[in-house]
C-alpha cells in the first residue's frame, strides 16, 4: 500500500482524507467516481494517467465523457513500439480528445544515464526512475495535479490485491483507481460494448503492453504480467513487476545526476 509511506504530520491528513473517500465513495461505480472527482473532489486538480496499452482506451473514454479537456498524461519514454504511437493518434482523434500531455525523459539525464540507450538491460529501474517516475513528478509540479486516475487493477498482480478506490503517495499525490475491482471479463465486455479500438498489438499475442525493450507477447493463455520485464528474473531475482510510478521513489533521488 502506498499509505505505508506515511510519516508527517501532511501525510497524515492526505491519509485521512484517503479514509474518507474511501467510505464516502465505496458505493460508487467506476462511471459515478470518475464524474465525482472529475467535476468535484479533485475540480482542476486531476488528470488521466494512462499508458495507452491494452485495456487503456476504456478508462480514457469513461473520463472523455465527462470532460475531453482532462490532462491525459502519456508517458513517452521514447522506447514504446512504434504500434503504440500510432494508437495514440488513433484514440486521440477517435476521442476527440483535447489535452494529451507527452511526458519525455529528460535529455541531461538521458545523455549522462544512458548514451546507448541499453540501460533497460542491465538496469531496468533506474531506467524506469528516468524515463517514467522522474517525468512523471516534474509534470505533476507543472501542471498542479493533486490527484491522477490510474487503470490499475486489482487482479493484475499481488502488489495491487488489495488497492481501493484511493491511495496517496510519498509526495500527497493521490490515485484513484476506478477500475481497481473490475475482471478481466467485465473489461472486455466493456470495451465491446463501447466499440473500441484495440491496441495493435493485442492481435499479437500482446496483454500488457509497455516499452518495446521490456515486453513480450504471452499469447492467449499466458498471464499478461508475465509479458513485462522478463528479463529482469535473472538481473534482480525476481520479475520486476511495477515501474515505480506509483510506489515511493524518494530512495532512487541519487539517480538524478
Ligand atoms: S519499461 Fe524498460 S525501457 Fe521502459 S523505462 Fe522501464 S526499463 Fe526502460
Same mark, same amino acid.
Not at 469513461?62 to 512504434?82: C, Q, R, Y
Given at each position: 500500500?502506498?499509505?505505508?509511506?506515511i510519516?508527517?504530520?501532511?501525510?497524515?491528513?492526505?491519509?485521512?482524507?484517503?479514509?474518507?473517500?474511501? /467510505?464516502?465513495? *465505496?458505493? =460508487?461505480? &467506476?462511471?459515478?467516481?470518475i464524474?465525482t472527482?472529475?467535476?468535484? !473532489?479533485?475540480?482542476n486538480?486531476? /488528470?488521466?494517467? *494512462?499508458? =495507452?496499452? &491494452?485495456?487503456?482506451?476504456?478508462?480514457?473514454?469513461?473520463?472523455? !465523457?465527462?470532460?475531453?479537456?482532462?490532462p491525459?498524461?502519456f508517458?513517452?519514454?521514447?522506447k514504446?513500439?512504434?504500434?503504440?504511437?500510432e494508437?495514440v !493518434?488513433?484514440i486521440?482523434?477517435k476521442?476527440?480528445?483535447?489535452n494529451?500531455h507527452?511526458l519525455?525523459p529528460?535529455?541531461?539525464?538521458?545523455?549522462?544515464?544512458?548514451?546507448n540507450?541499453e540501460?533497460?538491460?542491465?538496469?531496468?529501474?533506474?531506467?524506469?526512475?528516468?524515463?517514467?517516475?522522474?517525468?512523471l513528478?516534474?509534470?505533476?509540479?507543472?501542471?498542479?495535479i493533486?490527484?491522477?486516475?490510474t487503470g490499475?487493477?486489482?487482479?493484475?498482480?499481488s502488489?495491487?490485491?488489495?488497492?481501493?478506490?484511493?491511495?496517496?503517495?510519498?509526495?500527497?499525490?493521490?490515485?484513484?483507481?476506478?477500475?481497481?475491482?473490475?475482471?478481466?471479463?467485465?473489461i472486455?465486455?466493456?470495451?465491446?460494448?463501447?466499440?473500441?479500438?484495440q491496441?495493435?498489438?493485442?492481435?499479437e499475442g500482446?496483454?500488457?503492453?509497455?516499452?518495446?525493450?521490456?515486453?513480450?507477447?504471452?499469447?492467449?493463455?499466458?498471464d499478461?504480467r508475465?509479458?513485462?520485464?522478463?528479463?529482469?528474473a535473472?538481473l534482480?531475482?525476481?520479475?520486476?513487476?511495477?515501474c515505480?510510478?506509483?510506489?515511493d521513489?524518494k530512495?532512487?533521488?541519487?539517480?538524478?545526476v
Amino acid at each position: 500500500m502506498l499509505d505505508n509511506f506515511i510519516n508527517t504530520e501532511i501525510d497524515k491528513k492526505a491519509l485521512a482524507r484517503v479514509q474518507r473517500m474511501e /467510505a464516502f465513495y *465505496s458505493g =460508487f461505480d &467506476a462511471e459515478q467516481l470518475i464524474k465525482t472527482v472529475i467535476n468535484q !473532489e479533485f475540480k482542476n486538480e486531476v /488528470a488521466l494517467f *494512462s499508458s =495507452f496499452g &491494452a485495456h487503456s482506451a476504456l478508462l480514457i473514454d469513461m473520463v472523455a !465523457e465527462v470532460n475531453p479537456k482532462t490532462p491525459i498524461l502519456f508517458l513517452d519514454t521514447e522506447k514504446h513500439f512504434a504500434k503504440t504511437y500510432e494508437y495514440v !493518434e488513433q484514440i486521440t482523434k477517435k476521442l476527440c480528445l483535447k489535452n494529451v500531455h507527452f511526458l519525455k525523459p529528460d535529455p541531461k539525464l538521458v545523455k549522462n544515464t544512458d548514451p546507448n540507450g541499453e540501460l533497460w538491460s542491465i538496469q531496468p529501474n533506474r531506467c524506469c526512475w528516468m524515463r517514467k517516475v522522474e517525468p512523471l513528478q516534474r509534470a505533476i509540479k507543472e501542471l498542479g495535479i493533486k490527484a491522477l486516475i490510474t487503470g490499475r487493477k486489482r487482479y493484475q498482480t499481488s502488489e495491487r490485491n488489495d488497492m481501493g478506490y484511493f491511495q496517496v503517495d510519498a509526495d500527497g499525490i493521490f490515485r484513484i483507481n476506478p477500475l481497481a475491482f473490475w475482471d478481466k471479463d467485465k473489461i472486455a465486455k466493456e470495451f465491446k460494448f463501447r466499440q473500441l479500438p484495440q491496441h495493435p498489438l493485442v492481435a499479437e499475442g500482446y496483454k500488457s503492453i509497455g516499452c518495446e525493450p521490456c515486453t513480450i507477447p504471452v499469447g492467449e493463455n499466458g498471464d499478461e504480467r508475465d509479458g513485462r520485464w522478463a528479463h529482469t528474473a535473472d538481473l534482480y531475482g525476481e520479475q520486476k513487476s511495477e515501474c515505480g510510478i506509483h510506489l515511493d521513489e524518494k530512495t532512487t533521488s541519487d539517480w538524478s545526476v
